[in-house]
């Protein structure tokens, strides 16, 4: 009786995880022949053989996917930022944020296209939804603590909103700026470190 009981949940598990599998390899198959605006969610779904109701039951938007195919290289930089820190502790908070922010870079270089689906989204073109993005918050965590420690130690003044200041280098980090200075400004990632840099007096 107990087997009976619990088979339908193990199976219904795995043939979710089967689907999730399919949906996320589909993804990024056509993400790497088309790139990530060029294709629709009903592609996605026709791509991975599943329902349209089933690959939005699991993902509202292709935000939400990106995110989910982006989440372990993302943890694997915040971790990379920590064992850095664990390493680094008494270092100066603007040489913190100036490894960090050449971290970023170097990140969104090599996933530029998930991160532009993670960003810009149907609904993530509206401010509130843009900072409601997971990698949003962490990453503004980890500037407002630094832009802190830095007005604490008085390398900035005392009087600087760090919250302001942390909005501004995501604003500066986001695809949309970093793309125009990679693009169209013609800038390699270092001269864009470098301009980051002196732009915020690190």
Same mark, same amino acid.
């Given at each position: 009786?107990?087997?009976?009981?619990?088979?339908?949940? !193990?199976?219904?598990?795995?043939?979710?995880?089967?689907?999730?599998?399919? $949906?996320? %390899?589909? @993804?990024?198959? /056509? &993400? =790497?022949?088309?790139?990530?605006?060029?294709?629709?969610?009903?592609?996605?779904?026709?791509?991975?053989?599943?329902?349209?109701?089933?690959?939005? !039951?699991?993902?509202?938007?292709?935000?939400?996917?990106?995110?989910?195919? $982006?989440? %372990?290289? @993302?943890?694997? /930089? &915040? =971790?990379?930022?920590?064992?850095?820190?664990?390493?680094?502790?008494?270092?100066?908070?603007?040489?913190?944020?100036?490894?960090?922010?050449?971290?970023?870079?170097?990140?969104?270089?090599?996933?530029?296209?998930?991160?532009?689906?993670?960003?810009?989204?149907?609904?993530?073109?509206?401010?509130?939804?843009?900072?409601?993005?997971?990698?949003?918050?962490?990453?503004?965590?980890?500037?407002?603590?630094?832009?802190?420690?830095?007005?604490?130690?008085?390398?900035?003044?005392?009087?600087?909103?760090?919250?302001?200041?942390?909005?501004?280098?995501?604003?500066?980090?986001?695809?949309?700026?970093?793309?125009?200075?990679?693009?169209?400004?013609?800038?390699?990632?270092?001269?864009?470190?470098?301009?980051?840099?002196?732009?915020?007096?690190?």
């Amino acid at each position: 009786m107990k087997e009976t009981d619990t088979s339908p949940p !193990r199976s219904e598990r795995r043939d979710a995880a089967a689907n999730r599998q399919r $949906i996320l %390899d589909a @993804a990024l198959r /056509l &993400f =790497e022949q088309h790139g990530v605006e060029a294709v629709s969610m009903n592609q996605i779904a026709s791509e991975a053989q599943v329902g349209p109701g089933t690959l939005y !039951r699991r993902y509202k938007n292709k935000s939400e996917l990106c995110l989910d195919l $982006i989440r %372990d290289s @993302a943890d694997l /930089l &915040f =971790e990379e930022y920590e064992s850095y820190l664990e390493q680094h502790r008494t270092e100066p908070a603007q040489e913190q944020l100036k490894y960090f922010i050449r971290l970023f870079i170097r990140f969104r270089e090599k996933k530029s296209q998930l991160l532009i689906g993670v960003e810009d989204s149907s609904q993530t073109n509206r401010p509130k939804s843009r900072t409601s993005s997971p990698i949003y918050n962490e990453l503004n965590k980890i500037f407002v603590s630094l832009f802190d420690k830095m007005a604490a130690s008085e390398t900035l003044s005392a009087d600087s909103d760090s919250v302001f200041k942390a909005d501004m280098l995501q604003m500066v980090l986001s695809r949309d700026f970093y793309s125009i200075q990679r693009d169209v400004r013609g800038l390699s990632p270092e001269s864009i470190f470098e301009q980051i840099c002196f732009m915020f007096h690190l």
